[in-house]
């Protein structure tokens, strides 16, 4: 299992992220991710659950690239294939979806961030990008519908066409999280937060959330299909994957130097 359930009570779910050595998305991350979906929707107790990682480096690297073509691109509830699908689903749900983040997010590590209600991150080892433009790629989860709204359109295109790391002091400031934690204080304190909303009334959490969706008029659905098949299209281009090969052996995902400091070295290859 890539992902492993801690209930803290009917109210209050821990969801880690345990997929070695990267953390990367892959098409079994996705589909445990789906059917946990499901179950949360299912289930009147719950108010709040809270995502993090078992990986201190890794929040989740990316996608796995090398399976692209692996991954289900059928609708699923909202129209949507699998991953956009869940990550309305985060949104829309009646309750509230936070992420403590430890590590690198980034590409679709950073889209999952974007689709949870709150986001805190370790001041010293969280570091946030959209590394898609040096794999010749444009995102294609999400972060070209939610990100500018976000953090505006100077600073989205600084992050997108930019593909740089940004480490959590910096992803605050542009409104990309909420906080940037101390890391010593960084689990204790989402963990008092997430607590203190499970001890509040769910209808009261559930409408408070689904007024403030509404009045921030969420991206369209088509949006969200246009950039994925721009993002599957691109891959197959010849020009895509000679970049995707000359970062491949430059060390892609592979553990090692190149994956840790990637929002710097993909722009050297």
């Known amino acids: 299992m890539r992902l492993k359930i801690k209930k803290y009570s009917g109210a209050y779910w821990k969801i880690t992220i345990d997929n070695p050595p990267l953390n990367l998305m892959d098409p079994e991350f996705v589909e445990e991710l789906a059917v946990i979906i499901d179950e949360l929707e299912n289930d009147n107790e719950i108010k709040i659950i809270v995502f993090d990682s078992a990986n201190p ?35 829309l749900a009646p309750f509230l979806v936070v992420g403590s983040v430890r590590g690198r997010a980034r590409a679709v590590g950073s889209e999952f961030v974007q689709a949870l209600d709150i986001c805190f991150a370790s001041k010293e080892k969280a570091r946030f990008a959209q590394i898609e ?9 999400g972060g070209l519908e939610r990100l500018p709204y976000m953090v505006g359109k100077k600073r989205s295109m600084e992050i997108i066409i930019g593909a740089d790391d940004f480490d959590a002091d910096m992803a605050a400031l542009y409104g990309w999280i909420n906080r940037a934690i101390p890391d010593a204080e960084l689990d204790d304190f989402v963990d008092r937060f997430a607590k203190r ?42 020009q895509t994957q000679t970049r995707i090969k000359k970062i491949i052996d430059a060390g892609f995902q592979q553990p090692g130097q190149f994956e840790l400091e990637l929002g710097k070295l993909i722009g050297e290859v």
């Open 197 to 238: 909303v499970a001890s509040f009334e769910k209808e009261a959490i559930a409408t408070a959330k689904k007024v403030i969706q509404e009045r921030l008029r969420l991206a369209p659905v088509d949006d969200f299909k246009e950039t994925q098949k721009i993002f599957f299209d691109a891959i197959s281009q010849p």
């Open 57 to 91: 480096d890794y929040f989740i690297a990316h996608v796995d690239l090398l399976r692209s073509a692996e991954f289900d691109l059928s609708p699923r509830a909202t129209g949507l294939s699998a991953w956009p699908d869940i990550a309305r689903r985060f949104e």
């Open 133 to 141: 433009m040096g794999c010749g790629l444009i995102p294609g989860g």
